[in-house]
């Protein structure tokens, strides 16, 4: 059976957007980005909703950002290898390969798909994850928190929902980030 990840850039105190939408205060930085790029390379599939997978897609249908160095390239090579799902009522196509579009997220297929995957499941976007969280689905918690405030915006983890976790791992990363990895339930 696989897991179900989730993995998220989030500030200290908890939000993965501030209040106008953004998230350009965690810079790019070359370990975290590194990071990250192994993080994904475990994955049979990722699971977004329509704006991560919107900012997300840009690794495949942008050849720019691989050009620019080679961790961006290896990146964009991890990015574009595993099966994608969108949920989205918004969106009527998708601009990737290897990528399906689902209206709505339903933790009873999820459940069967994680009992039958051999590879496990990256699941990004606050909104998805929380739905996720609610049914009982969330596996694990990968947490990158970056050393900044932002004082409101979008959370990134669930409201209303009440787990115990158990720190499986951390790290300190040069500029102040904080990597910590969590067992849910």
Same mark, same amino acid.
């Given at each position: 059976?696989?897991?179900?990840?989730?993995?998220?850039? *989030?500030?200290?105190?908890?939000?993965?957007?501030?209040?106008?939408?953004?998230?350009s205060?965690f810079? &790019?930085?070359?370990?975290?980005?590194?990071?990250?790029?192994?993080?994904? @390379?475990?994955?049979?599939?990722?699971?977004?909703?329509?704006?991560?997978?919107?900012?997300?897609?840009?690794? %495949?249908?942008?050849?720019?950002?691989?050009?620019?160095?080679? %961790?961006?390239? %290896?990146?964009?090579?991890?990015?574009?290898?595993? %099966?994608? #799902? /969108?949920?989205?009522?918004?969106?009527?196509? #998708?601009?990737?390969?290897?990528?399906?579009l #689902?209206?709505?997220?339903? &933790?009873?297929?999820? @459940?069967?798909?994680?009992?039958?995957a051999?590879?496990?499941?990256?699941?990004?976007?606050?909104?998805?994850?929380a739905?996720a969280?609610?049914?009982?689905?969330?596996?694990? *918690?990968?947490?990158?928190v970056?050393?900044?405030?932002?004082?409101?915006?979008?959370?990134?983890?669930?409201?209303? /929902?009440?787990?115990?976790?158990?720190?499986?791992?951390?790290?300190?990363?040069?500029?102040?980030v904080? $990597?910590?990895? $969590?067992? /849910?339930?």
């Amino acid at each position: 059976m696989a897991n179900l990840i989730y993995l998220t850039n *989030c500030s200290l105190d908890g939000y993965i957007e501030d209040e106008q939408g953004e998230f350009s205060w965690f810079p &790019p930085d070359a370990d975290v980005f590194a990071f990250t790029t192994e993080q994904m @390379r475990s994955a049979g599939t990722l699971m977004y909703g329509r704006r991560l997978y919107e900012a997300m897609s840009v690794w %495949e249908t942008d050849p720019s950002l691989a050009a620019r160095s080679a %961790e961006m390239a %290896e990146f964009a090579s991890v990015w574009r290898a595993p %099966e994608k #799902v /969108v949920y989205s009522t918004k969106l009527t196509a #998708v601009s990737t390969a290897n990528t399906r579009l #689902v209206p709505e997220f339903d &933790p009873a297929t999820v @459940r069967k798909l994680k009992e039958t995957a051999d590879r496990d499941f990256l699941i990004g976007g606050a909104n998805i994850a929380a739905r996720a969280f609610e049914a009982g689905l969330v596996d694990e *918690c990968r947490l990158l928190v970056w050393p900044v405030l932002v004082g409101g915006g979008k959370p990134g983890l669930p409201r209303g /929902v009440r787990t115990n976790l158990e720190l499986l791992e951390e790290r300190r990363f040069g500029n102040g980030v904080l $990597y910590v990895r $969590y067992g /849910v339930g």
